[in-house]
């Protein structure tokens, strides 16, 4: 069975695109977009790592790679032009420069060999070979008119293989040239019925055979063998193919579209439609061969590019304005898991990552003089001679004796959450001092959430919540925690998770948001957060004195009078104004707890933005008005500041609603319901500069008293106070 994961963005795209995404090491990618950019990004992170830009006047035209030999990249602009560079050159400018006889098609690079270069009339050079003597004649392969649709590399044995299909007047063939010894090898490939031409190519390899994957016009996926072996380049012929998988047909469904093979047995397609019955624009789905099934899709509304890309379990799809990230899991393929009756053995998953002992890493000899442990791993610490006393104090019933780690770890995959409860609580006791307690939590908490995630009625909630108390879990360490307290609308939890979390990515920050937003307050009244940071100022309102709230005192700029001052239309005070002049929370209390959590964490403009277009309208409008209040409060106080240790600031609060009115300036200018709010923030903002701006004129004023002496002819009897609010 395939599955597809939750996606996420990695970047937002301009108009133009992408040219290419290329792996670039463990866990980082190269975005090669077509304004010019190459940009490398952190995947796990969301992250840039580093941008490069050619100049205004200049174009890239083929994406870049990563040279892993040299670790430096490589990327063609105008055609000709190389220009190779490594992490810490910031100016591209100032890097290396080759400009070469022919024009470029294409880079390929394999693990631990010399980047291949293939050009357009197709011919084929290794990097260092060029660079040698960069205006050495390239001698062209191709005909007249032919052009180069697509193009790959492998390893065949111990000889790199360029491969590259061509099209001329509606035929295709296919090129193969081995390098060490340089042999060609010239395929036609097999058209078909009229109409019918291949639209997408792909490389596969089963049992050291190798397969070209065409999708076709038609809708099917045929199957070529390649033979490389011969030592000759043999006459012209036409490749055997066979029918692998044929897809739903759809009129005029497959213009743009990708196929990817996964494994053995899955491949994804990108573009075609996933049934007859409800023909969409664009989607990504995943199919088993062996059994023609599909296994799992995903629609894009806003149609793709017919690109795909896959790296290190994920699958990198275009679409939109942004590039989206989509991790995907395949499992083992058999007519048992089919119909879904695949058995798991007792110890399918023992142990996810060995436990490692820190001190023996660190220390080495030193700590391997020490006893070893015993082989069960138990957690419990022998400890030092007792008294018999103490002993029998602490003896433990049988039922509540604490389980060696590998023991728990295998009793997690069956047991009861209550007996899971009372074997973590016993474990955490014993685990404290731990030098690698933090991988054995991580661990726990991975095993957990993958069985939550495939048995949909588990859930154990106590024992997620105790390994998250330990502050010992990070977003990194179990990244689909927050996932499932996402899908199983667990508000304590993922308030939690928001305040523990470092490094929770924005596109989950943002999913967090919708869920607070869109939750009713009658849900929300079931719910048990803590109310620390919300209820102590809300208490400081209700505790006020009748005479301190009739009182006109104007404090840091604001004042309900201001705001009846600068009405433009003639309407009155803002109904969210009560009649003794406080403003009142537009949210409950849990839903204002919970929205600071999203005020807290941290984020970064650039991959926030994105996701908070998703927000509707509706939500946006109310975020705006707790954040309206919020600053409203803040401004009723000379600190600036709320009580309580998990109150937003000032600065929090601010940057927030710039975020939002960044995001829905243009909807929220057109609707009706947010108008009066945006109305509302532009007169509270206003009062505060012309505060603001009279504090300015009176600065020396202010400077002029502090220089004053004091004069000692002030009479006894006279006494002089300056109060400055």
């Known amino acids: ?47 840039p790592l580093g941008s490069w830009t050619v100049k205004q006047t200049q174009k890239i035209s083929c994406p870049a790679v990563y040279n892993n030999r040299t670790r430096e990249y490589v990327v063609v602009h105008d055609h000709k032009i190389l220009r190779i560079w490594k992490d810490e050159d ?28 293939l050009f357009e009339r197709g011919s084929v050079r290794q990097l260092d070979a060029l660079l040698s003597a960069p205006q050495q004649e390239i001698e062209g392969v191709l005909s007249e008119d032919e ?61 050291k055979s190798i397969f070209l994957m065409c999708l076709y016009s038609s809708g099917c996926i045929y199957q070529m063998p390649l033979s490389l072996h011969s030592n000759s380049a043999e006459k012209e012929q036409v490749l055997p193919r066979s029918l692998l998988l044929k897809l739903p ?9 990708a196929i990817l093979v996964l494994d053995e047995t899955h491949v994804a397609v990108l573009g075609a439609p996933y049934s007859n019955q409800r023909p969409v624009k664009d989607c990504l789905s995943i199919w088993n061969t062996s059994f023609q099934t599909l296994q799992a899709w995903k629609e894009f509304p806003e149609g793709s590019c017919g690109q ?16 989206t990230v989509i991790p995907f899991t395949c ?54 001679k007792r008294n018999l006393r103490s002993r029998k104090s602490q003896v433990v019933s049988p039922q509540s ?6 023991e728990f770890l295998t009793e997690i995959q069956t047991s009861t959450k209550e007996k899971i409860d009372e074997q973590l609580k016993l474990l955490l006791q014993n685990n404290n001092n731990k030098s690698n307690a933090q991988l054995i939590i991580a661990q726990i908490a991975t095993i957990l959430v993958a069985r939550c995630k495939t048995q949909v009625k588990f859930y154990p909630q106590k024992a997620l919540v105790d390994l998250l108390t330990t502050q010992m879990l990070s977003y990194s360490l179990c990244p689909d925690l927050m996932a499932v307290a996402l899908d199983e609308a667990d508000y304590s939890m993922l308030q939690l998770c928001l305040q523990q979390f470092p490094d929770t990515p924005e596109a989950v920050t943002c999913a967090c948001l919708k869920l607070f937003l869109s939750v009713s307050d009658s849900d929300l009244e079931k719910i048990t957060v803590d109310l620390g940071s919300v209820a102590s100022y809300v208490e400081l309102d209700q505790s006020s004195s009748k005479a301190e709230e009739k009182m006109e005192i104007v404090e840091n700029g604001f004042s309900p009078l201001l705001l009846e001052e600068d009405n433009c239309d003639g309407k009155e005070a803002d109904d969210r104004l009560q009649s003794d002049g ?144």
Request: aromatic content about 8%.
């Open 308 to 323: 795909l890309w896959c790296y290190c379990g994920k699958l990198f799809v275009p679409h939109g304005k942004v590039l």
């Open 1 to 47: 069975m395939a599955r597809l994961c939750e996606e996420f963005t990695l970047c937002g795209l301009p108009a133009g695109g992408v040219l290419g995404v290329e792996s670039a090491g463990p866990d980082r990618v190269i975005v090669t977009q077509e304004d010019r950019t190459v940009t490398v990004y952190k995947v796990s992170d969301q992250k």
């Open 582 to 725: 406080k403003v009142t929370c537009p949210v409950s209390l849990k839903r204002a707890v919970l929205l600071n959590e999203i005020l807290l964490s941290s984020y970064s403009e650039t991959f926030l933005l994105p996701h908070l277009k998703d927000l509707s309208v509706p939500h946006v409008v109310l975020f705006l008005r707790y954040l309206e209040y919020l600053y409203a409060k803040q401004c009723e106080t000379v600190r600036v500041e709320l009580p309580g240790k998990r109150s937003p600031t000032v600065n929090q609060v601010l940057d927030w609603i710039s975020l939002l009115l960044d995001a829905h300036f243009m909807v929220l200018v057109m609707a009706t319901e947010a108008r009066e709010l945006i109305t509302h923030l532009h007169k509270f903002i206003r009062s505060q500069v012309k505060f603001y701006s009279q504090l300015s004129k009176i600065e020396g004023s202010l400077q002029n008293l502090r220089q004053l002496k004091p004069q000692k002819s002030d009479g006894l009897y006279s006494i002089e106070v300056i109060k400055i609010f």
């Open 90 to 117: 910031v100016n591209l400018e100032k890097t290396f420069k080759a400009t070469l006889a022919a024009d470029i098609y294409q880079i390929h690079t394999l693990p631990g060999r010399e980047p291949l270069v």
């Open 331 to 384: 499992e083992i393929s058999s007519l048992a898991a089919v119909l879904g009756k695949l058995k798991q053995p007792d110890a399918a998953v023992k142990s996810i990552s060995t436990v490692v002992n820190w001190n023996t890493m660190l220390h080495g000899a030193q700590c391997a003089e020490g006893p070893e442990p015993t082989p069960e791993h138990t957690l419990v610490e022998p400890g030092s």
């Open 147 to 207: 052009v180069i649709r697509w193009s790959d590399s492998l390893m065949e044995g111990r000889s790199p293989v360029v491969l590259f299909v061509t099209e001329k007047d509606g035929l295709f063939h296919l090129y193969a040239q081995k390098l060490n010894p340089n042999v060609w090898h010239k395929y036609k490939l097999d058209t078909g019925e009229e109409n019918d031409c291949p639209l997408s190519f792909v490389l596969s390899s089963k049992q």
């Open 401 to 406: 004796q604490p389980l060696s780690l590998d």
């Open 249 to 257: 047909r759809c009129e005029d469904s497959l213009a743009r579209v």
